[in-house]
């Protein structure tokens, strides 16, 4: 914890142990063939609200971490009317511009245009984010919520850049990530105690959040273990928060080392419980009806009940 306040120390712990990891989360309902039942749909729907809400925390705790928590961008009025008026023209101005720029990409016969005006936006936003104090994924993030929103032609032509973020980028980030941990500190009795803590509250936090919310609901208690094991699931997305405090001296390697161990820990713990949960729920009518649609506009995606996968 040094050079870090003991409240931007706790904030970055809480705000890892509150994401979710979409692409963990929907390759793992894909597999067992759940994108139709109501539990999944929750989990998909719920998943990128919570991540919002994560970035925008995480945004905050940068901007306490590089400027002070007393003279941060966010304990200014400044701050939050920054991050609004950047939410409003990334919807008011920016996705017309986004979706315009990319549709005039599909007409030439160059495959390389939609390409670098998608990196140029990528670009675009992240320096703004980072111009206005926060981090940068957040504008990367918009850029790419906005470029997907330009229809089914761009992100067509847009593959190779997905191949190319998939097969080099990623394993890149992978490598990057697991050179910066030091599973050497797992023999110090104290980081060792702390990492078996810090993975019982994360488990404990979403699982139970998440059953209490469906419960409460209406679901079932097998659905609503289902919805907690789905969000459990944190993914690349808690190392890229860990990495953030790694750079900016708020964590130390050892609780850098304990963020990812949490993060493999809790995607791996994802699909069994799921697969355990699901067995003992019943399809309804209405999830009979939302999978036959999705085979009739998905003939690719394979829906078979998750005790055949």
Sequence with gaps: MEG?????????????????????????????????????????????????????????????????????????????L?????????????????????????????????????VTFLVAFSATTHAFGFETVLG?????VLIRGAGERVLTRLAPLRTFVVAVLAPVFSAT??????????ADPAVLVTALVLLLVAVAGKVVGAFIGAWLSGLGRWEAIALGAGMNARGVVEVIVAMAGLRL?????????????????????????LRR?????????????????LRSTLPKVDLRPAEQT
């Design 4 to 80: 870090s306040d003991r409240t931007v120390f706790a904030s970055f712990l809480g705000i890892a142990m509150c994401v979710s990891a979409i692409p963990v989360i929907a390759k793992t309902l894909m597999d067992l063939g759940l994108p139709h039942r109501t539990v999944g749909q929750l989990v998909l729907i719920s998943g990128p609200v919570d991540d919002m809400l994560g970035w925008f925390g995480l945004s905050v705790v940068t901007a306490m971490a590089t400027s002070g928590l007393q003279a941060g961008t966010m304990s200014r009025p400044a701050g939050p």
């Design 82 to 118: 920054l991050f609004v008026l950047f939410l409003a023209g990334a919807a008011l101005i920016g996705r017309p511009l986004v979706h315009r720029a990319m549709r005039a990409t599909v007409r030439p016969a160059e495959p390389g245009v939609p390409l670098g005006v998608a």
């Design 140 to 144: 990367a993030l918009v850029a790419g």
């Design 177 to 186: 990530a697991g050179l910066r941990m030091d599973l050497t500190a797992l």
């Design 249 to 273: 001296a708020v964590l130390s390697t050892a609780m850098y080392t304990v963020l990812v161990l949490i993060a493999v820990v809790t995607s791996l713990m994802g699909l069994p419980i």
């Design 277 to 293: 949960a699901v067995r003992r729920t019943e399809s309804t009518a209405d999830e009979e009806r939302r999978k036959a649609e």
